[in-house]
C-alpha cells in the first residue's frame, strides 16, 4: 500500500489516543509539585478595594496566596495584543490595559484577582473559597452596540466610548455608487453569535521554576509553544527567552482558543518562582466558560445592489464587533483583515466597502476560533445571496452562476488576489451529489407528513496560510508568519523532522510523514516527527488558521530539497556519476538507466562516516529551511443543506448535509475527511444550538452544559463529501488548507435551508425551535403545508 500523497493512511498518532496512552499536560506529574486555583471575580465590572487571605493561609497545607499588585510590584508585563489596527482616520486604536491579575479593577466575570497555593488541587480550590474580596461593583455593558451608546459605562479611561477602532476597507463612495443605481437592494441585520470553544481537553499549565540556574520550564496546553516562549519572555518579563523552555505535548483540540498566553500561564510561571515549588494550574469547565477567548459576536447591517441581470454592483457592509474587556492576541485582525478581505466571496464585485467598529464591553475577551473572521464575512454574503434570490424570484444557484469569479489570478477590491479556483465545478458537484434535481419531490413528500422541508446554499472561499510576512507586517501584524522545518537523517537511514508547526488534533505525525516518504520512499515507521518543545526546535509560528500543510509542510519541503542535493552529490561521488543521474526511489538512490545504486541507509552511513565524501563536504545529513508564503492560499467550497422542520414544534432535523470542497492537493483524504466532519458539526453547533448569553450587568448566564449546548451525533446527519481540486499556485506542494473550511462554509447553509423550508428570512442563530416556532408563527405555515 502506497504511504505517499494522496494515500488514504490510517493514522500514526491515534495508537496511544484510542488505548488511553496519550500524555497531557494534566497527565505530568512534578517533583515538589503543588497546586493552584484562582481567586476569580463574581461581577463584571468592579473596583478592588481589599484583599484578605488570612482565613486562607490559615489553613493546612495552603502555601501562598499571591495577588496582581504583587505580580505588578515585580515587574510582569501587561498580556498584549499582536496586530495593530489603525482606525480610518489613521489614529492608532486604543486598547485598556490587561494585567494577568487584576490590580484594582476587574471588567468581566471570572477574571482574576489572585492566586491560592496548596499541596493539593482540592485544597487550592477551597482555599480560593476562604480568600475575601471587598469589591465596590460598578456598572457594566456587555452589549456591543449599547457600549457605543453615550452614557454607557467606560471600561477603560484610555478608550474613549469604549471604541478601540473604527476601520474600514473598500472605496465607500464607490459602493454608495453602484448600489444608488442598482435595480435591486438586499438589505440585512445579521447577528453573529457568540461562542465558547469547548476543546475537549480543558486548559492546563505546569511551572517549573529552578533557582540553580534561574531557569522555567511551562508544560502547557499550546498551539504553539515559540511564541508563547517569545511573548513570556520579551513582552511579560517572566524569564530571558533563553532560560525559558516551553513544552506543549498532546493536546486535546485548540480550535484557536490555544493560540494565547492567558493569565494563568504568566501566573503560573511567576507563581512557581515566589514560592520554589512547581505549581500545577488545571481549569475546570466552569472556569473555561469563564476564561477561555469567546468567539464571533459581531452586529451587522448589509445591502446588497443587483442590476436587472442579476449581477451584484456594489456591497456595504457596517459591522460592529464585541472585543470584550481587553484585547486578547489576534482579536483586533479577526474582525478586521480576516474578515473584510473576505466579503467579496467568490463573486466578482467591483464595488465593496466595509467598516467595522471594534468595541469594549464587560465580557470575556473575544478572540479567533475555527475560521476565525471568514465565517463571519462567508455568514454575511451567503445570507445576502440566498435572500436576493427570493426576492428577486431567480433559483439561488443560478444568482451565484452569474458572479462567480472565473478568470484567475483575480484582484478583489478588498485587498485579496485569489490566484485559483473552479466555483461553477464545485457549484456542479455538490448540486449532483445532493440530488438537488430530486428535492421538489422529497418537498412534496414531507409535506405529506406535516413537515417543511427546505434547501439552502452557501458557497465560501477563505484565506489560509496568512502571508508573506512582509505583507502581513505593512497591515499590523507583529510577529512574521512563516514557518521553519529541520530534516535529520540519522547515520542508519531513519529521519527525524523537526517543525515549528503543532498537531493538536490534525494527524501531523501521519500527514508530514507521508511527504518524507512520498519524497525519500522510505517507510513511515522510518520517519518520527517531533514538535511542541522549545529546547528541541528552534523556533516556529505553531498552527492555526489551516496553516500547517500550506505552511509547516512546506518549510518540510524546502528542508528535503536541501538534504536531497547532498544526498545526490554524496551518491554521485560514490558511484563515480553525475549528480543530473541520480534519482531517489523506493528507498534507493540511483544511476539513472543503470543498475549502480546506494541504499537509502548507506547514503545516510556514507555522510555520518565520511570517509568517502566529496572534497570540501560538510559530514552529516542534516538540513533546515524557514518558509515563507508568496501569497495566501484559497480554499473555497460549495455546502448545500436540506432540513425538515416540525411546525408544530420549530425542531429542525438536518436530513441532507452536501459539502463540496476545493483544498488543493490532498495529502490524506482520510484525514481531510475527518477535518471537514468536525468543522461543519461545529457550524451546524452554532447555527441551531450554540450560544454565549450575558445578561445585561455582564453575568454570565450560559456557564456551563446546563445552560450551553454543544452539538451531539443525533444533531448531525451523515455527511456527503465532494472534491473539486485546483492546485495552489503559491507553494511547492499545492497544498490550500481544510482545517476551518467545514466551519466557514456551514452556518449559512444551515440557516438558509432553514429559512426557505419556514418561508420568513428572519430568523437568527442559534435557530433554537422556539425561536423557528417564532418565526412560523410569524408569517403562517407556507401554502403547501398548510
Not at 67 to 96: F, Q, Y
Not at 323 to 328: D, H, V
Not at 488 to 501: A, F, K, Q, Y
Given at each position: 500500500?502506497?504511504e505517499?500523497?494522496?494515500?488514504?493512511?490510517?493514522?500514526?498518532?491515534d495508537?496511544?489516543?484510542?488505548?488511553?496512552r496519550?500524555k497531557?499536560?494534566?497527565d505530568?506529574?512534578?517533583?515538589?509539585?503543588?497546586?493552584?486555583?484562582?481567586?476569580?471575580?463574581?461581577?463584571?465590572?468592579?473596583?478592588?478595594?481589599?484583599?484578605?487571605?488570612?482565613?486562607?493561609?490559615?489553613?493546612?497545607?495552603?502555601?501562598?496566596?499571591h495577588?496582581?499588585?504583587?505580580?505588578?510590584?515585580?515587574?510582569?508585563?501587561?498580556i498584549?495584543t499582536?496586530?495593530?489596527?489603525?482606525s480610518?482616520?489613521?489614529?492608532?486604536?486604543?486598547v485598556?490595559a490587561w494585567n494577568?491579575?487584576?490590580?484594582?479593577?476587574?471588567?468581566?466575570?471570572?477574571?482574576p484577582?489572585a492566586?491560592?497555593?496548596?499541596?493539593?488541587?482540592?485544597?487550592?480550590?477551597?482555599?480560593?473559597?476562604?480568600?475575601?474580596?471587598?469589591?465596590?461593583?460598578?456598572?457594566?455593558?456587555?452589549a456591543?452596540?449599547?457600549?457605543?451608546e453615550?452614557?454607557?459605562?467606560?471600561?477603560?479611561?484610555?478608550?474613549p466610548?469604549n471604541?478601540?477602532?473604527?476601520w474600514?476597507?473598500?472605496d465607500e463612495?464607490a459602493?454608495?455608487?453602484?448600489?444608488?443605481?442598482?435595480?435591486?437592494i438586499?438589505?440585512l441585520d445579521?447577528?453573529?453569535?457568540?461562542?465558547?470553544?469547548?476543546?475537549?481537553e480543558p486548559?492546563?499549565?505546569?511551572?517549573?521554576?529552578?533557582?540553580?540556574?534561574?531557569?522555567?520550564?511551562?508544560?502547557?496546553t499550546?498551539?504553539?509553544?515559540?511564541?508563547?516562549?517569545?511573548?513570556l519572555s520579551a513582552?511579560?518579563?517572566?524569564?530571558?527567552?533563553?532560560?525559558?523552555?516551553v513544552?506543549?505535548?498532546?493536546?486535546?483540540?485548540?480550535?484557536?482558543?490555544?493560540?494565547?498566553?492567558?493569565?494563568?500561564e504568566?501566573?503560573?510561571?511567576?507563581?512557581?518562582?515566589k514560592?520554589?515549588?512547581?505549581?500545577?494550574?488545571?481549569?475546570?469547565?466552569?472556569?473555561?466558560f469563564?476564561?477561555?477567548?469567546?468567539?464571533r459576536?459581531?452586529?451587522?447591517?448589509?445591502?446588497?445592489?443587483?442590476?436587472?441581470?442579476g449581477?451584484?454592483?456594489?456591497?456595504?457592509?457596517?459591522?460592529v464587533?464585541?472585543i470584550?474587556?481587553?484585547?486578547?492576541?489576534?482579536?483586533?485582525?479577526?474582525?478586521?483583515?480576516?474578515?473584510?478581505?473576505?466579503?467579496?466571496?467568490?463573486?466578482d464585485?467591483?464595488?465593496?466597502?466595509?467598516?467595522v467598529?471594534?468595541v469594549?464591553t464587560?465580557?470575556v475577551?473575544?478572540?479567533?476560533?475555527r475560521?476565525?473572521?471568514?465565517?463571519e464575512?462567508?455568514?454575511?454574503?451567503?445570507?445576502?445571496?440566498?435572500?436576493?434570490?427570493?426576492e428577486?424570484g431567480?433559483d439561488?444557484a443560478?444568482?451565484?452562476?452569474?458572479?462567480f469569479?472565473?478568470?484567475?489570478?483575480?484582484q478583489?477590491?478588498?485587498?485579496?488576489?485569489?490566484?485559483?479556483?473552479?466555483?461553477?465545478?464545485?457549484?456542479e458537484?455538490?448540486q449532483?451529489a445532493?440530488?438537488?434535481?430530486?428535492?421538489?419531490?422529497?418537498?412534496?413528500?414531507?409535506?405529506s407528513?406535516?413537515?417543511?422541508?427546505g434547501?439552502?446554499y452557501?458557497?465560501?472561499?477563505?484565506?489560509?496560510g496568512?502571508?508573506?510576512?512582509?505583507?502581513?507586517?505593512?497591515?499590523?501584524?507583529g510577529?512574521?508568519?512563516?514557518?521553519?522545518?529541520?530534516?535529520r537523517?540519522?547515520?542508519?537511514g531513519?529521519?527525524?523532522?523537526?517543525?515549528?508547526?503543532h498537531?493538536?488534533?490534525?494527524?501531523?505525525?501521519?500527514?508530514?510523514?507521508?511527504?518524507v516518504?512520498?519524497?525519500?520512499?522510505?517507510?513511515?515507521?522510518?520517519?518520527?516527527?517531533?514538535?511542541?518543545?522549545?529546547?528541541?526546535?528552534?523556533?516556529?509560528?505553531g498552527?492555526?488558521g489551516s496553516?500547517?500543510?500550506?505552511?509547516?509542510?512546506?518549510?518540510i519541503?524546502?528542508?528535503m530539497d536541501?538534504?536531497?542535493?547532498k544526498v545526490?552529490?554524496?551518491?554521485?561521488?560514490?558511484l563515480?556519476a553525475s549528480?543530473?543521474?541520480?534519482?531517489?526511489?523506493?528507498?534507493?538512490v540511483?544511476?539513472?538507466?543503470?543498475?549502480?545504486?546506494?541504499?537509502?541507509?548507506?547514503?545516510?552511513?556514507?555522510?555520518?562516516?565520511?570517509h568517502?565524501?566529496p572534497?570540501?563536504?560538510?559530514?552529516?545529513?542534516k538540513?533546515?529551511a524557514?518558509?515563507?508564503?508568496?501569497?495566501?492560499?484559497?480554499p473555497?467550497?460549495?455546502y448545500?443543506c436540506?432540513?425538515?422542520?416540525?411546525?408544530?414544534?420549530?425542531?429542525?432535523e438536518?436530513?441532507?448535509?452536501?459539502a463540496a470542497?476545493?483544498?488543493?492537493?490532498?495529502?490524506?483524504?482520510?484525514?481531510?475527511?475527518?477535518?471537514?466532519?468536525?468543522?461543519?458539526?461545529?457550524?451546524?453547533?452554532?447555527?441551531?444550538?450554540?450560544?454565549?448569553?450575558?445578561?445585561?450587568?455582564?453575568?454570565l448566564?450560559?456557564?456551563?452544559?446546563m445552560?450551553?449546548?454543544?452539538p451531539?451525533?443525533?444533531?448531525?446527519?451523515?455527511y456527503?463529501?465532494?472534491?473539486?481540486?485546483?492546485?495552489?499556485?503559491?507553494?511547492?506542494?499545492?497544498?490550500?488548507?481544510?482545517?476551518?473550511a467545514?466551519?466557514?462554509?456551514?452556518?449559512?447553509a444551515?440557516?438558509?435551508?432553514?429559512?426557505?423550508?419556514?418561508?420568513?428570512?428572519?430568523?437568527?442563530?442559534?435557530?433554537?425551535?422556539?425561536?423557528?416556532?417564532?418565526?412560523?408563527?410569524?408569517?403562517?405555515?407556507?401554502?403547501?403545508?398548510?
Amino acid at each position: 500500500m502506497s504511504e505517499g500523497i494522496g494515500a488514504a493512511v490510517k493514522r500514526k498518532e491515534d495508537k496511544r489516543f484510542i488505548t488511553g496512552r496519550g500524555k497531557y499536560t494534566d497527565d505530568i506529574r512534578m517533583e515538589n509539585q503543588a497546586y493552584g486555583a484562582f481567586v476569580r471575580s463574581p461581577h463584571a465590572h468592579a473596583e478592588v478595594k481589599g484583599i484578605d487571605a488570612t482565613a486562607a493561609l490559615a489553613m493546612d497545607g495552603v502555601i501562598a496566596v499571591h495577588t496582581g499588585p504583587e505580580l505588578k510590584e515585580d515587574g510582569i508585563g501587561d498580556i498584549i495584543t499582536g496586530w495593530a489596527i489603525h482606525s480610518k482616520d489613521g489614529n492608532p486604536m486604543n486598547v485598556g490595559a490587561w494585567n494577568p491579575m487584576a490590580t484594582a479593577r476587574v471588567r468581566h466575570v471570572g477574571e482574576p484577582v489572585a492566586i491560592v497555593i496548596a499541596e493539593s488541587q482540592a485544597l487550592a480550590r477551597l482555599a480560593a473559597e476562604a480568600v475575601e474580596v471587598d469589591y465596590e461593583e460598578l456598572p457594566a455593558v456587555a452589549a456591543a452596540t449599547r457600549a457605543l451608546e453615550e452614557g454607557a459605562p467606560l471600561l477603560h479611561d484610555n478608550v474613549p466610548g469604549n471604541l478601540i477602532f473604527d476601520w474600514e476597507i473598500g472605496d465607500e463612495a464607490a459602493a454608495d455608487a453602484g448600489l444608488a443605481g442598482a435595480a435591486h437592494i438586499t438589505e440585512l441585520d445579521i447577528v453573529n453569535n457568540r461562542l465558547a470553544p469547548n476543546a475537549i481537553e480543558p486548559r492546563s499549565a505546569i511551572a517549573v521554576y529552578n533557582d540553580i540556574d534561574d531557569h522555567y520550564t511551562l508544560y502547557t496546553t499550546s498551539q504553539n509553544p515559540h511564541v508563547a516562549r517569545l511573548v513570556l519572555s520579551a513582552f511579560y518579563n517572566v524569564a530571558p527567552e533563553h532560560k525559558l523552555r516551553v513544552i506543549a505535548p498532546d493536546v486535546g483540540g485548540g480550535f484557536g482558543s490555544k493560540i494565547y498566553i492567558y493569565p494563568e500561564e504568566i501566573t503560573c510561571l511567576w507563581a512557581s518562582m515566589k514560592t520554589g515549588r512547581s505549581v500545577k494550574w488545571t481549569s475546570d469547565r466552569s472556569e473555561a466558560f469563564m476564561t477561555d477567548a469567546h468567539a464571533r459576536d459581531h452586529v451587522t447591517k448589509a445591502r446588497m445592489g443587483f442590476d436587472a441581470d442579476g449581477k451584484i454592483v456594489g456591497l456595504k457592509v457596517n459591522t460592529v464587533a464585541n472585543i470584550g474587556a481587553y484585547a486578547s492576541l489576534f482579536a483586533t485582525a479577526t474582525p478586521t483583515y480576516l474578515y473584510g478581505t473576505l466579503l467579496s466571496g467568490q463573486y466578482d464585485i467591483t464595488n465593496v466597502y466595509c467598516d467595522v467598529k471594534a468595541v469594549h464591553t464587560n465580557t470575556v475577551p473575544v478572540d479567533a476560533y475555527r475560521g476565525a473572521g471568514r465565517p463571519e464575512a462567508t455568514f454575511v454574503m451567503e445570507r445576502l445571496m440566498e435572500t436576493a434570490a427570493r426576492e428577486m424570484g431567480m433559483d439561488p444557484a443560478e444568482l451565484r452562476r452569474r458572479n462567480f469569479i472565473t478568470e484567475f489570478p483575480h484582484q478583489t477590491p478588498v485587498i485579496m488576489t485569489y490566484d485559483s479556483g473552479d466555483f461553477h465545478a464545485l457549484l456542479e458537484k455538490g448540486q449532483a451529489a445532493a440530488d438537488v434535481a430530486g428535492f421538489a419531490a422529497r418537498k412534496a413528500e414531507a409535506a405529506s407528513r406535516g413537515k417543511l422541508r427546505g434547501i439552502g446554499y452557501s458557497c465560501y472561499i477563505e484565506a489560509c496560510g496568512i502571508a508573506p510576512s512582509k505583507a502581513v507586517g505593512s497591515l499590523g501584524a507583529g510577529v512574521g508568519l512563516w514557518e521553519s522545518a529541520e530534516v535529520r537523517v540519522n547515520p542508519v537511514g531513519t529521519i527525524e523532522i523537526l517543525t515549528g508547526s503543532h498537531a493538536h488534533g490534525q494527524g501531523h505525525e501521519t500527514t508530514f510523514a507521508q511527504v518524507v516518504s512520498d519524497r525519500f520512499g522510505l517507510p513511515m515507521d522510518n520517519i518520527t516527527i517531533v514538535h511542541g518543545d522549545t529546547d528541541k526546535v528552534q523556533m516556529g509560528m505553531g498552527t492555526y488558521g489551516s496553516r500547517s500543510g500550506a505552511v509547516g509542510m512546506n518549510a518540510i519541503v524546502k528542508a528535503m530539497d536541501k538534504v536531497e542535493a547532498k544526498v545526490k552529490k554524496i551518491a554521485a561521488h560514490t558511484l563515480e556519476a553525475s549528480e543530473d543521474d541520480i534519482v531517489i526511489e523506493d528507498g534507493e538512490v540511483k544511476v539513472a538507466g543503470t543498475d549502480k545504486k546506494m541504499a537509502w541507509h548507506e547514503v545516510g552511513l556514507a555522510a555520518y562516516t565520511a570517509h568517502n565524501l566529496p572534497d570540501g563536504m560538510e559530514p552529516g545529513l542534516k538540513e533546515g529551511a524557514f518558509y515563507d508564503p508568496t501569497n495566501f492560499t484559497f480554499p473555497s467550497g460549495t455546502y448545500i443543506c436540506e432540513v425538515e422542520v416540525d411546525p408544530e414544534t420549530g425542531v429542525v432535523e438536518i436530513v441532507r448535509f452536501t459539502a463540496a470542497d476545493d483544498f488543493g492537493t490532498v495529502i490524506n483524504p482520510m484525514i481531510v475527511e475527518g477535518q471537514v466532519h468536525g468543522g461543519v458539526t461545529q457550524g451546524i453547533g452554532q447555527a441551531l444550538l450554540e450560544n454565549v448569553v450575558y445578561d445585561e450587568d455582564g453575568q454570565l448566564i450560559t456557564g456551563s452544559y446546563m445552560d450551553y449546548c454543544m452539538p451531539r451525533a443525533d444533531d448531525v446527519p451523515s455527511y456527503v463529501l465532494e472534491h473539486s481540486t485546483t492546485v495552489a499556485p503559491s507553494n511547492p506542494l499545492g497544498v490550500k488548507g481544510c482545517g476551518e473550511a467545514g466551519a466557514i462554509g456551514s452556518p449559512p447553509a444551515v440557516i438558509n435551508a432553514i429559512t426557505d423550508a419556514i418561508g420568513n428570512n428572519n430568523l437568527t442563530m442559534p435557530a433554537t425551535p422556539q425561536k423557528v416556532w417564532a418565526a412560523i408563527q410569524e408569517v403562517g405555515l407556507p401554502q403547501a403545508a398548510e
